[in-house]
């Protein structure tokens, strides 16, 4: 039997661990970019600057689909639930990295206007690492050598997804994650802090 709406944004709040202290006009990090290129690593660094709840599609994905497929029928389920979660922790003022491909502007603008009717700073972020270095990291993921790793995107998944990748139409930060990541993270925590 199928969920409702409702029913997956409380098997996804469930899940949630550990969320910081609200804030008045949250900050809401969007971080996009493709397999591989470091955006789990990237957020992880910026949640040891700042308090932030971090949802990770890859984690979140598991909870209601124990063994995903990554189809159109599962997003169709998946995202509306992720939607909904990101706009009731931002309106109780949680401060929320939300850690996704988001490769397609039309995906992104529904995470627009969920900033823009909660009151929260968005701040977007496109990561990003040169091909070799993406293809050395992917196949290390397939060894399963790094464990904090919940991604199963191999090398494939990032050549086919690689030409669909669109450009961010807002202001966003450029994070290429094969170099020094602090200055990019010194400067979202300032703008978060003004």
């Known amino acids: 039997m199928a969920s409702s709406l409702s029913e997956d944004v409380e098997r996804l709040r469930q899940s949630l661990e550990g969320l910081p202290p609200p804030q008045i006009e949250p900050p809401f990090v969007v971080v996009s970019g493709l397999p591989g290129t470091g955006k789990s690593f990237f957020c992880r660094r910026l949640a040891e600057r700042m308090p932030f709840i971090i949802l990770a599609s890859d984690v979140l994905r598991k909870v209601l689909f124990p063994c995903p497929s990554y189809d159109q029928d599962e997003n169709k389920r998946f995202f509306p639930a992720c939607h909904a979660l990101f706009e009731e922790l931002l309106r109780r003022g ?12 039309r995906h992104r603008e529904h995470l627009y206007h969920i900033a823009d009717k909660t009151g929260a700073k968005l701040i977007l972020v496109g990561v990003e690492a040169p091909p070799e270095v993406v293809r050395q990291r992917l196949l290390a993921r397939e060894k399963g050598i790094d464990p904090q790793d919940d991604s199963q995107a191999g090398w494939g998944v990032y050549q086919k997804m690689r030409p669909r990748k669109e450009k961010i139409s807002r202001n966003y930060f450029v994070v290429d994650t094969s170099r020094d990541v602090t200055p990019a993270i010194d400067k979202i925590v300032r703008l978060i802090k003004k």
């Open 94 to 105: 949680i401060p929320v990295v939300f850690d996704a491909t988001n490769l397609l502007e």
